[in-house]
């Protein structure tokens, strides 16, 4: 185990004495659905999906930034990084390189070596040709139905930490009818996979842990992939185009919307990529996962979690002050507190893109607050980027309504 992985577990573990008493304990549902076009699912009739969005952040506008197949795009949402580092570039899964990359449940176990996590699909692929990926059980069942059966099962554990739910069928009838909304068959079974979630849902809200509040779920949802005719693996809009959802107390309630004509905007919005490390950010807290170097992740975190201002790894270890935004989310009205420094200070307000929008000078003594008033941002996700004297900085996410 490396130094930094040490430092990170003896901070999660001092955070979590200080949290224990305000938070139930942090757990992850991600219900990954194959092949659903984002336009489709948006004509479709979906209740239990429309209801769940709205209680938390979503958009319809992600775009795909790697290549459309399922095996690449499943290995990118759950390594957090993209194929050029995993490897996987087709269904094969071949030259992949878990050992270097892998699942993020493998991550999160270096930092709580006792969580549990449970996989389910019916795509054994995910399952048979997958390794380093840190699972205490790979389930491999023969329909959709069956995946939701398992599902109910798994939840009625009460240790369990992790569920991964891959459904297929979306994908199946994309491939043996037509990728389109004016195909039937196809929106039919965007249809019946809503009831699925809804079903899904129910097991993990009947949970005591979920129903006395000392458990704490972020629930995840987005596909692989669209399609156009009857497959996918281009990059038509058709393909590339889908949507992502995070439902849960450390992310915000938000609709995300961005041109997706404008090439700039694509990382305005959540990308598979952040499937990992939202979860990372939601499991370990007091731990930045974008912050680990030797974990080399190339999404980011839509969680805004005030727990990460504890004791944050990047924090403890450059230096002795805090930051925080509020209020955070806003409307390009906010302050920058600044606890604890001395000297002068550069704060900068830059895009997910490293892009610097302004920025500000001051001199601190002390604790101090920086004024951002009426800020002409488009919504979406930023970063607040304090430098000292020493060139020592500290980053907080802020998110513009």
């Known amino acids: 185990m490396k130094t930094n992985t040490i430092l990170s577990l003896v901070l999660f573990l001092m955070a979590t004495i ?21 336009d489709a699912l ?84 995910m399952s048979n040709l997958v390794y380093n990926e840190g699972w205490d059980s ?24 992790v569920l991964f739910v891959h459904i297929d069928d979306v994908d199946a009838a994309g491939h043996g009818n037509g990728f389109s909304p ?19 849902l129910s097991y993990l809200r009947s949970r005591p842990g979920y129903i006395n509040g000392t458990e704490d779920w972020l629930i995840l949802l987005t596909t692989d992939h669209g399609g156009i005719g009857f497959g996918h693996g281009g990059n038509t809009t058709f393909e590339k185009e889908i949507w992502w959802a995070a439902i849960g107390s450390t992310v915000p309630t938000q609709q995300i919307t961005v041109d997706m004509s404008d090439p700039n905007q694509w990382l305005n919005a959540p990308v598979l990529a952040d499937i990992a490390v939202t979860a990372l950010d939601h499991l370990l807290i007091g731990v930045d996962p974008e912050a ?56 900068s307000i830059v895009d ?23 800020i002409q941002l488009t919504s979406g996700v930023y970063f607040v980027k304090i430098t000292d004297e020493k060139n020592r900085s500290q980053t907080q996410k802020v998110i513009i309504n």
């Open 18 to 38: 200080q949290l224990s008493a305000q938070n139930g304990e942090r757990k992850v549902l991600f219900i990954g659905i194959d092949g659903v076009r984002s």
């Open 42 to 125: 948006q004509q479709a009739s979906t209740p239990n999906l429309d209801t769940l969005f709205q209680q938390g952040l979503y958009t319809f506008t992600s775009w795909h930034l790697g290549i459309t197949v399922s095996g690449p795009s499943w290995s990118t949402m759950l390594t957090g990084v993209w194929e050029n580092k995993h490897g996987v570039t087709n269904n094969n899964y071949t030259n992949s390189n878990y050992n270097d990359y892998p699942y993020f449940v493998k991550r999160a176990k270096e930092i709580r070596p006792t969580l549990k996590a449970v996989q389910i699909t019916s795509w054994g692929p």
């Open 138 to 161: 790979k389930l491999v069942v023969n329909t959709d139905n069956d995946v939701v059966s398992a599902a109910q099962i798994q939840l009625l554990d009460p240790d369990l930490d």
């Open 182 to 200: 004016i195909i039937p068959s196809y929106m039919n079974q965007i249809q019946t996979v809503d009831g699925q979630v809804g079903q899904i």
């Open 292 to 347: 680990q170097v030797d974990w080399n992740l190339d999404g980011k975190s839509w969680c805004i979690d005030p727990a990460d201002t504890l004791t944050s790894v990047t924090n403890t270890v450059s230096q002795s002050y805090n930051i925080r935004i509020f209020p955070n989310p806003n409307d390009g009205n906010f302050k920058v507190l600044v606890d604890n420094a001395k000297g002068k200070l550069l704060c």
């Open 352 to 374: 997910v893109n490293g892009r610097l929008i302004t920025s500000k000078e001051t001199m601190m003594y002390g604790n101090t607050a920086i004024n951002f008033d009426n």
